[in-house]
């Protein structure tokens, strides 16, 4: 059962923004990195982004970089994702995910395996 509820997915024109929400409980959010995936029809899972544990480490995809911002409000128990200049080929279904580390861990996480609880995922779609 997913512990990890996302938001904020939707229809948006090529070149507009949108910005996802994650919430997870206090015990898992605290003490976990979290990341953000994405899975189009007909391909695997990828990775997109991802954000250490205490928020001073962040990572992207090469397609997210410069386009995409991860970040988290460790007293809301939220990590957030702003995608500007949205392209059709990002549509897809976004996941939010989390694993659980030491707070000194700044590693990159950037497979499906490195995580352990997901949430259902919610639709993003951008049209031309």
């Known amino acids: 059962q997913a512990q990890l509820a996302e938001s904020g997915g939707g229809m948006v024109q090529a070149g507009g923004s949108l910005r996802l929400a994650c919430t997870a409980p206090?015990?898992?959010?605290?003490?976990?990195?979290m990341g953000w995936f994405r899975q189009a029809p007909g391909k695997d899972r990828e990775f997109v982004a991802g954000?250490?544990?205490?928020?001073?480490?962040?990572y992207y995809s090469d397609d997210a970089k410069g386009r995409f911002t991860i970040s988290r409000d460790n007293a809301k128990n939220t990590v957030s994702l702003q995608m500007n200049n949205l392209k059709p080929e990002d549509t897809a279904v976004y996941y939010c995910?989390?694993?659980?580390?030491?707070?000194?861990?700044?590693?990159?996480?950037?497979?499906?395996?490195?995580?352990?609880?997901w949430g259902q995922g919610t639709q993003v779609t951008v049209s031309s």
């Open positions: 206090g015990r898992t959010f605290s003490r976990a990195a």
């Open positions: 954000i250490s544990r205490g928020g001073g480490a962040k």
């Open positions: 995910a989390a694993k659980s580390t030491i707070l000194s861990d700044n590693r990159k996480f950037d497979t499906e395996s490195d995580y352990s609880i």
